[in-house]
T-cell receptor, first 113, second 112 residues
Framework: DGGITQSPKYLFRKEGQNVTLSCEQN?????MYWYRQDPGQGLRLIYY???????QKGDIAEGYSVSREKKESFPLTVTSAQKNPTAFYLC????????????FGPGTRLLVL | QKEVEQNSGPLSVPEGAIASLNCTYS??????FFWYRQYSGKSPELIMS????GDKEDGRFTAQLNKASQYVSLLIRDSQPSDSATYLC????????????FGKGTRLHILP
């Protein structure tokens, strides 16, 4: 089955700890995105990548880092510099041909201990 | 003015009636418009995309776009309890490198 997978489904972070959220897609999409969603809020863009080995900051990149070493993978690291990381994190991808349409993974819920 | 605005709701509609969801956007250069449905605790799923003025129908769903008035709407006919969800409006500008901007969503509740 083609699709976008995210893991883990739930993640707990301790004070001062860096954690990495996984996002993998087998849709052969060029572009991948990370969003953060807080309760009652819309989606806010953290980082996006339109091609391997290249990525750009979104609206709320501070405290986060990404890499894009493979077309299929776009992991997000939530660093200790992110003081309020509790949120629902969504990964999305889109093809170059239909660049407007983004498809989402199931999401990772990050909680702070 | 927010880039993409939606009434947060909740919008309550009787089962079998038409649900009407509205969205306005601020950038006249916007070219691509999307409606996503998001169930509680789940990720958004694409329902409709629309690119030109007028109506676009897909089953019980109709998207309507009016670029002159800068609004896009989603009509759901014969509303079902399973339609109860949050509906996100999303807008992309003309340059394909531009980001998609999401509204905060409208909560829809279908009354059995």
């Amino acid at each position: 089955d083609g699709g976008i997978t995210q893991s883990p489904k739930y993640l707990f972070r301790k004070e001062g700890q860096n954690v990495t959220l996984s996002c993998e897609q087998n849709l052969n999409h060029d572009a991948m995105y990370w969003y953060r969603q807080d309760p009652g809020q819309g989606l806010r863009l953290i980082y996006y990548s339109q091609i391997v080995n290249d990525f750009q900051k979104g609206d709320i990149a501070e405290g986060y880092s990404v890499s894009r070493e493979k077309k299929e993978s776009f992991p997000l690291t939530v660093t200790s510099a992110q003081k309020n990381p509790t949120a629902f994190y969504l990964c999305a991808s889109s093809s170059a041909a239909a660049a407007e349409t983004q498809y989402f993974g199931p999401g990772t819920r990050l909680l702070v201990l | 003015q927010k880039e993409v605005e939606q009434n947060s709701g909740p919008l309550s509609v009787p089962e079998g009636a038409i649900a009407s969801l509205n969205c306005t956007y601020s950038d006249r250069g916007s070219q691509s418009f999307f409606w996503y449905r998001q169930y509680s605790g789940k990720s958004p799923e694409l329902i409709m995309s629309i690119y030109s003025n007028g109506d676009k129908e897909d089953g019980r769903f109709t998207a309507q776009l009016n670029k002159a008035s800068q609004y896009v709407s989603l009509l759901i006919r014969d509303s079902q309890p399973s339609d109860s969800a949050t509906y996100l409006c999303a807008v992309r500008k003309v340059n394909r490198d531009d980001k998609i901007i999401f509204g905060k969503g409208t909560r829809l509740h279908i009354l059995p």
